[in-house]
Nanobody, 115 residues
């Protein structure tokens, strides 16, 4: 019922910045919250940032002060601004939307932080 299309990943040097974008379509009115997850090879998938329909946000400790999640409801877009990137941030980043008790996922976008 919800389709998510991500963009903005790429290769950056440590200390650089990227902004990930997620375009949502479908049953947008039913979305309760959206978030960004990431998964690196050999590591568990973790929730990086989340934003509720009331614009409440939360972040995993490792990205606090560096990442910022936001949304533009009029454009059905959610963003993840990533600053001061570190090699440890290298992962596939997935946009996620929650409708009731169901989760929907984007295709993922690769973020690589390397000198």
């Amino acid at each position: 019922q919800v389709q998510l299309v991500e963009s903005g990943g790429g290769l950056v040097q440590p200390g650089g910045s990227l902004r990930l974008s997620c375009a949502a379509s479908g049953s947008i009115f039913s979305i309760v919250a959206m978030g960004w997850y990431r998964q690196a090879p050999g590591k568990e998938r973790e929730l990086v940032a989340a934003i509720t329909s009331g614009d409440l946000t939360n972040y995993v400790d490792s990205v606090k002060g560096r990442f910022s999640i936001s949304r533009n409801a009029a454009k059905n877009m959610v963003y993840l601004q990533m600053n001061s990137l570190e090699p440890e941030d290298t992962a596939v980043y997935y946009c996620s939307a929650r409708l009731g008790n169901s989760n929907y996922w984007g295709q993922g976008t690769q973020v690589t932080v390397s000198p």
